[in-house]
């Protein structure tokens, strides 16, 4: 009678099980959870420069203050500069009514769609919509005003997270912390190697990509407010939220800059290509070029990943998943890097671009090496000891 083992499959199956019981429960407490991930990708972010600080001889409670309170400064100049734009918007509404009603009577000609040149633009799209239609968009709109009031007060809770995360990642704190927790010398001076080199990774990813987003939306909001377009401000935050979508985020912000210019400066095309071009530059030149130069080729994601991310965290987490869907998978990869048991698990992750030398079996080979080159000589010393006993 053959005898079979049933351990594969019930890995495999129990290994689907948790899949499915995490990503439920990554649903269920999304409310609780979103600050949490927030708080601990920021604290990646400010982590080196609270070490840099704290280099210094400043004490790192005070490197702490004194980085949330810079950071607070900028988000509150970002906001009041959006508000404005946003208000801005308004006010000159009147000046493009005239585009919108000649790009829309264009469309409706096009597709039979309703017009009637005495109403007003947001009368005549009205108009054409199904009552199903107007539902959803009267539901969405109700959305957005809560989602804003809940993206207050996530805010406010990731910041509260934050501070006391960044107290617990005192380097001291954290050293007495492990040393307590691991009295083996051996084991504790992996898992050390392990959390430095998954915090070195993780920290050095996400100030890159924080970094070219920030100049990818300063040089695109600096190239519209060159080419005298209205509202650059926006398209420069547009920009540098969705730089942090990999290629998908920088061709939607391009194809809405784009759009936009066009709806500016029709019928003069020679702006709406030079605003096209520069932009489009931009985003090739620091994501294609000088991020991954600067990140190093192996922290890369699968183009599928990419997508396959974006889809299941936008459905967990809304546009904020969408936002941290790609940061998350590169933490997994980094964190997988440093252990030799899912290590393949962060291959597959990649891009296909990896170093065999910086993988964890290559290293426990290498350290090997130096053994097996030593007896390799010690054999072929006494070969030769043996051939010299036979000539003489």
């Known amino acids: 009678m053959r005898n079979t083992n049933f351990a594969k499959p019930m890995f495999v199956m129990i290994l689907i099980i948790t899949g499915i019981i995490i990503a439920t429960v990554l649903k269920i407490t999304s409310s609780f959870l979103i600050p949490i991930t927030l708080a601990v990708l920021f604290a990646f972010v400010f982590y080196p420069l609270c070490r ?11 490197s702490i203050v004194i980085v949330l309170l810079l950071s607070i400064s900028i988000l509150y100049g970002i906001i009041n500069l959006l508000a404005s734009s946003l208000s801005s918007i308004v006010e000159v509404y009147p000046k493009y009514e005239a585009r919108f009603n000649s790009l829309y009577r264009l469309i409706s000609t096009t597709f039979q769609l309703p017009f009637d040149e005495n109403q007003s633009l947001w009368r005549n799209v009205w108009s054409s919509l199904s009552s199903q239609m107007k539902e959803t968009l009267q539901t969405m709109a109700l959305s957005l005003s809560s989602s804003i009031l809940s993206a207050v007060k996530v805010l406010g809770v990731m910041i509260l997270f934050l501070i006391f995360l960044l107290i617990e990642m005192n380097p001291r704190l954290a050293k007495n912390k492990i040393n307590a927790a691991f009295p083996d010398l051996a084991f504790k001076t992996k898992i050390k190697n392990i959390i430095s080199k998954t915090m070195k990774d993780v920290s050095h990813y996400l100030s890159i990509k924080f970094f070219i987003s920030l100049m990818t939306g300063i040089l695109v909001g600096l190239t519209t407010l060159i080419a005298r377009m209205d509202f650059p401000v926006v398209w420069g935050f547009l920009a540098f939220v969705l730089n942090f979508i990999p290629n998908f985020g920088s061709i939607i912000s391009w194809a809405m800059t784009t759009l936009f210019a066009a709806i500016v400066f029709a019928p003069s095309w020679g702006q709406v290509i030079i605003v096209s071009i520069l932009v489009i530059t931009i985003n090739m030149v620091l994501g294609s070029f000088i991020e991954p130069r ?14 396959a991310s974006l889809s299941f965290w936008s459905w967990m987490w809304g546009f904020i998943g969408m936002i941290l869907a790609v940061p998350l998978m590169v933490v997994l990869k980094i964190a997988f890097e440093n252990s030799s048991i899912l290590y393949p698990i962060s291959v597959l992750l990649g891009n296909g671009k990896v170093d065999a030398a910086e993988s964890p079996g290559a290293k426990k080979d290498d350290e090997k090496k130096p053994e097996a080159d030593m007896g390799t000589d010690v054999e072929k010393s006494s070969d030769i000891q043996e051939q010299t006993q036979e000539t003489e």
């Open 52 to 62: 840099r600080l704290s280099s210094m001889h400043i004490p790192w409670m005070l």
């Open 294 to 307: 600067w990140e190093g080729e192996d922290l890369g994601l699968s183009p599928f990943v990419i997508l």
